[in-house]
């Protein structure tokens, strides 16, 4: 199975990941990273991995990245990954043993978060869709992130993905001002049938930065994880009360000049 999958991996400014994530994948006969023209040590760090093929693309939306990866992909499956995935060797193992008459045409990978490199007991990451035949595939935006659409049946894969971003803190604060922005026009633009509870919750400003807290904490049981646990928690919450404090300005501005 694996000489059948080619990884892509789309990379912005991805040194302090990016090394940790190929490393596992030399398995791969082809490996597409699709760069927005990263300014830090990340090209450089690619050249070391003779099976990579470099292409840039000015970014716009993820799923436009990513739909134009998979132009560049002519394997029969794509493993879809973030530049701070760490595929574990149990799941490699797993991969491999998929049968190459399988009727399955999409498979989704559980998730553990790491903080500095310490998975969490409990995240509010969900399993994502990351394996899939490439015809039947097609991402479209959903909000600041991306959502695929894999027609046919799908399953669950047993094994792990790390996600194990060490990018300072000052990059994630950048990121958040991007990601606010996006989801900011999402919830004033759909209506609120169309939206998620927890995206109908954002709407009421107030709420979410404490639901998130004691969902982390207690729900998660991040409490249990020592400072990783009390970190990822004091994120997520800080990256609700930015959206909070976003739609606020937004709603009042949008009185005053009435």
């Not at 398995?27 to 597409?32: Q, S, V």
């Not at 998620?196 to 049981?221: E, H, M, N, T, W």
Request: proline share 4%; charged share 25%; net charge neutral.
């Amino acid at each position: 199975m694996l000489e059948n999958i080619t990884p892509l991996i789309l990379t912005y400014n991805e040194a302090p990941n990016i090394n940790r994530t190929l490393g596992q994948l030399t398995w791969a006969k082809r490996i597409i990273v699709i760069d927005s023209y990263s300014t830090d040590k990340t090209l450089d760090l690619l050249q070391s991995y003779p099976q990579l093929q470099l292409f840039h693309r000015e970014f716009d939306t993820y799923a436009n990245q990513c739909n134009y990866g998979l132009e560049q992909v002519s394997s029969q499956w794509v493993l879809s990954l973030d530049a701070d995935y760490f595929v574990t060797d149990e799941l490699i193992t797993e991969i491999a043993a998929i049968p190459q008459d399988s009727s399955v045409d999409g498979y989704y990978a559980r998730f553990k978060y790491c903080v500095l490199g310490k998975p969490l007991r409990g995240t509010l990451l969900p399993p994502r869709q990351v394996l899939f035949r490439r015809e039947k595939a097609i991402y479209v935006d959903d909000g600041h992130a991306h959502q695929l659409s894999v027609k046919g049946k799908s399953a669950t894969l047993s094994g792990y993905i790390y996600h194990d971003d060490r990018k300072p803190l000052s990059r994630w604060l950048w990121a958040q001002e991007r990601y606010t922005l996006i989801e900011l026009k999402k919830l004033l633009e759909t209506p609120n049938q169309e939206l998620s509870l927890g995206d109908r919750l954002r709407k009421q400003k107030l709420l979410a930065p404490f639901v998130i807290l004691f969902y982390c904490l207690i729900f998660k049981g991040g409490i249990l994880d020592g400072w990783a646990g009390w970190y990822y928690a004091f994120q997520r919450t800080l990256a609700e009360i930015l959206l909070s404090l976003r739609v606020i300005e937004t709603e009042k501005l949008s009185v005053r000049d009435r």
